[in-house]
């Protein structure tokens, strides 16, 4: 639903009528049981015909009886839980000649639930509702924290007297405890501009899995803070044809318009390969493309996973490497390194010939298996360094967030351009294990939060500058470390709201929860999955998660290192 015009009035006030669509909606579930409102988003819909309903689904209340206006809105709202045919709940509540005009999948306006309904004359209703986020129609998630927004509704009374919609804004309203409960996490995959990674753009859709994803990757476009750090094989000239994905046995199948006849062996294996990690996301297996009556029967590309290695990669007084069963397996050309630097922070790159550490005086460092030990930034305050899987070194000072600089193989220091603007202190950073992305942990404008944004490379691969950032979360406290989960989660570990310390697992372009950490965590060290997560306390114990809880694994850890891949 658009996000209509800023509400002047006041926020609250007496007389509120407290609209909580969770509790409303979960008493009309048809399964049993209740449903969580925290927790991990879980992505996909089950194999099979587009049309297979989730395990559950909502059944809204339609209008009543001598309604009012506002009940008829309050309703109406209400009834943006129920995806079933369409949104037909929610058509009840509007006139006939409203009824086909009105698209609920324009847009998604995530609110804290609680809304206000008033009337300026006889048939005009406005809803007060405070907005945490935005869905656009491509699905993409955009935060927008505490804005306050009136929508305008028209009504009139119909040959029967019942009061019904006429003017109503596209789009649906959901509470937040309810929207990933109708919403699902899925990703549209797009190239690094070296045709390496894959790298997930995250949209969130409701129904038709399959053709929204299709329809997202060869009808659309990155998200905007993305576009210029990916890449796509779809041309301008390829569409969706025809609209709609049917998916059976697991196998979508996926039209292509004429033009992709013409199109050359590897840019088809590209497209394939985008499309079946993409589907796969909604647990489909693969894509069977195809031009009219004609079948396309391209292999899919190969490319480089970003998964790591599972045991952790730690520095004890018994050296540097891969902990198993209580014995180090060190990494030839690098475990030296790190144990004659015993840095306080390390990275290693996917390939393992180099890591970048900040050292126990506080500068960073190349440690190189074939150059050896090559300080590359010594400036005051700087912040766990970060290893670019194209080769560079990253490193910034806590204080000027904008001063990001990078140094590659040959020890020359470049600038990076338009870093973290408006960021007035950097706590934590790392890039992405498919180098077209960086996530930072900022202070701006007297609030702590979460960053990313895309890194923009010349030809030769040399980050020159970052796009424009996005804002991902807003932390209640200061972050002391942070690291990219999977492809698309980072888990930023900093003060929680009840003053110890927290761990915030944050979707780059979805929502975030909160687990309590150890008292005394500071390190968090992502593995394949945020299930798989790690934390280091002071005192160089390691936790992994077990479930809901933390269970201790490792004692005497000195560093607990995070990796940006593994070997081809």
């Given amino acids: 639903m658009p996000t209509g015009t800023p509400w002047t009035g006041r926020a609250v006030r007496r007389g509120i009528r407290s609209v909580i669509v969770a509790i409303a909606a979960a008493l009309t579930l048809t399964a049993c049981g209740s449903l969580p409102t925290t927790g991990q988003v879980q992505p996909g819909l089950p194999a099979g015909d587009v049309a297979t309903a989730p395990e559950f689904a909502f059944i809204p209340a339609g209008p009543q009886p001598g309604a009012t206006p506002e009940e008829i809105v309050d309703g109406f709202i209400r009834a943006g839980t129920g995806a079933a045919g369409g949104w037909e709940r929610a058509r009840e509540f509007l006139a006939p000649s409203l009824r086909d005009e009105w698209d609920p999948t324009a847009s998604v306006t995530v609110d804290i639930g609680e809304r206000e309904f008033t009337s300026a004359s006889e048939g005009q209703v406005s809803a007060a ?4 986020a935005t869905v656009d129609e491509n699905g993409a998630y955009s935060l927008d ?7 305008p509704f028209r009504l009139a009374q119909q040959d029967d007297g019942e009061w019904r919609i006429t003017e109503a804004p596209d789009g649906i309203v959901l509470a937040r405890n309810v929207f990933p409960s109708i919403f699902h996490e899925y990703a549209v995959m797009y190239f690094d501009p070296t045709w390496t990674y894959l790298v997930p753009d995250v949209r969130w859709f409701a129904t038709n899995a399959a053709t929204r994803i299709s329809r997202a990757l060869l009808d659309g476009a990155p998200s905007p803070w993305l576009a210029e750090s990916v890449v796509t094989a779809v041309p301008d000239s390829v569409h969706l044809e025809p609209a709609a994905v049917p998916v059976s046995s697991g196998v979508a199948n996926v039209g292509l318009s004429s033009e992709a ?16 990690a993409s589907l796969q996301t909604a647990n489909i297996s693969h894509a069977d493309l195809f031009v009219e009556t004609t079948p396309l029967e391209p292999e899919p590309a190969v490319t480089r996973s970003t998964s790591v290695v599972a045991q952790p990669l730690v520095l004890t007084d018994d050296g540097f490497g891969f902990l198993t069963g209580g014995e180090i397996a060190p990494i030839p050309g690098l475990s030296q390194l790190v144990v004659e630097t015993q840095p306080a922070a390390v990275q290693v790159a996917p390939d393992r010939d180099f890591a970048a550490a ?10 190189d298996a074939d150059q050896g030990v090559l300080v590359t930034d010594t400036r005051s305050g700087l912040v766990d360094p970060s290893a670019d899987p194209l080769g560079y ?4 000072p806590s204080a000027a967030p904008s001063a990001v600089q990078v140094s590659g193989a040959d020890g020359a220091v470049r600038p990076v351009a338009d870093a973290w603007t408006g960021a007035t202190q950097l706590h934590a950073m790392s890039v992405s294990r498919d180098g077209t992305r960086i996530a930072a942990a900022v202070s701006a404008g007297g609030s702590n939060e979460v960053w990313v944004a895309g890194i923009v490379r010349d030809a030769q691969g040399l980050p020159v ?3 424009e950032h996005e804002r991902i979360a807003t932390l209640p406290g200061e972050a002391s470390s942070l690291s990219w989960l999977d492809d698309s989660t980072v888990g930023v570990l900093a003060s929680g709201s009840g003053g110890g310390v927290s761990l915030f697992e944050v979707v780059v372009g979805g929502t975030m929860t909160t687990t309590d950490a150890p008292t005394t965590a500071s390190t968090v060290s992502g593995v394949n999955s945020p299930a798989a997560v790690r934390l280091r306390t002071d005192d160089g114990l390691v936790y992994v998660r077990r479930g809901s809880s933390w269970a201790q694994t490792t004692q005497g850890v000195l560093v607990l290192a995070t990796q940006q891949g593994r070997p081809r």
């Fill in 129 to 132: 509702l405070v907005r945490i």
């Fill in 145 to 151: 924290e505490g804005t306050t927004t009136e929508l």
């Fill in 261 to 276: 006849l013409d199109l050359d062996a590897e840019t088809l294996s590209r497209i394939q390969a985008q499309l079946d």
């Fill in 358 to 367: 900040r050292l126990a005086n506080g500068a960073v460092a190349r440690l």
């Fill in 393 to 396: 070194v990253w490193s910034v």
């Fill in 465 to 467: 500058r970052l796009g």
